[in-house]
């Protein structure tokens, strides 16, 4: 293949600046998958693992957009901006909700003074005291559209967005909002603005995203294979976060009656089982087998101790960076979506 040819590369969008982009560019070289941008003043970046990708550097919101119409393959991005703006394509899929960073919260929040207001019922109720005195409840926010879902389900219907591009925590204390709609991560610029959360405020729960438009796949046998790869060390990785690897000789007659007694502990069943070679000894001595299997980390000392238990010496144990499972399942899902119609 030719990767000179425009149409033939992947364009795959990631955050250009802030937390969020710093956090994507440690996440993918934790997959095997690093992100160069030798010139920082420049908007393109390359992956030298994946020759196939040109890596595109964007604002998160044009990272959405982009990738609905079609003009960007593949994206990273906050699920709350995947919901709020993404909502009218159809061309428009989340590939793997849950990356593993970025984690927010889109909450209700309203002045700390306000004693008799903690939950979202108390706010319904303020609402409706607010109509019947002609009134509306103003909420300021960057999400409209999640907001003005959210307060719908929750029966309140009387209500007015206020547009918020700014620091939406100031707007109760300019006087432009009554209460408000943000992200959050801690609480911490909440609770400095003179905010609180309330109970069953929580509107959604994000985190990254990565986003891809079917359409543009769908055409392109050759960039499913790429999008294939960067899902199975996505999913390797964060498969092998749990697992650590445990290598320990043990004493024995043969193979057999070592993995029955290495497997009589649960914890030391190992994914498919353990794998057990006999032990070459420099003085020549028989009857010891290394035993090698893939453990959850929970387990580590129960596995020791059941180790121990049975004679064994020289226990080390490894980190796993990928476990990869019979296929990729975010794939397999994604080729569902990219032939629905």
């Known amino acids: 293949m030719d990767c000179g040819d425009n149409a033939l590369m992947l364009r795959f969008a990631v955050p250009s600046k802030g937390a969020l982009a710093d956090d994507t560019f440690r996440f993918f070289e934790s997959c095997g998958l690093k992100i160069s941008r030798p010139n920082p003043r420049r908007y393109t970046a390359s992956i030298k693992a994946l020759p196939e990708v040109e890596v595109l550097l964007n604002r998160v919101p044009d990272i959405v957009e982009k990738v609905a119409e079609g003009s960007i393959d593949l994206g990273v991005s906050g699920y709350d901006l995947v919901e709020e703006l993404g909502g009218e394509s159809d061309d428009l899929v989340v590939v793997y909700k849950d990356l593993g960073f970025g984690y927010c919260d889109l909450v209700l929040a309203v002045p700390d003074h306000w004693i008799d207001v903690t939950s979202w019922r108390d706010v319904a109720d303020l609402a409706a005291e607010y109509a019947r005195s002609g009134r509306q409840l103003r909420i300021a926010t960057k999400f409209p559209n999640l907001v003005r879902q959210w307060c719908h389900q929750q029966g309140i219907n009387v209500f007015a967005l206020i547009d918020s591009q700014g620091a939406t925590e100031a707007a109760p204390s300019l006087g432009y909002a009554d209460i408000i709609a943000d992200l959050t991560a801690t609480g911490t610029t909440l609770r400095d603005n003179h905010l609180k959360m ?54 024995g007659a043969d193979v057999a009656d070592v993995g029955a007694r290495v497997v009589a502990h649960p914890a030391l069943a190992g994914l498919q089982g353990p794998t057990v070679s006999p032990v070459w000894s420099r003085d020549g001595g028989e009857g010891w087998y290394a035993v090698s299997l893939v453990v959850d980390s929970a387990n580590i000392l129960p596995a020791i101790d059941h180790l121990r238990s049975i004679g064994s010496s020289g226990i080390t144990v490894l980190p796993v960076h990928y476990v990869f499972a019979e296929r990729s399942q975010s794939f397999a899902a994604l080729s569902e979506l990219m032939h629905k119609s």
């Open 198 to 251: 309330i109970q069953g405020g929580t509107i959604l729960q994000a985190q990254a995203a990565l986003i891809a438009n079917r359409r543009s796949l769908r055409e392109s046998s050759q960039k499913q294979r790429v999008v294939q790869s960067i899902l199975e060390l996505i999913e390797a990785r964060h498969r092998a976060k749990t697992y650590v690897s445990l290598i320990a000789n043990v004493p």
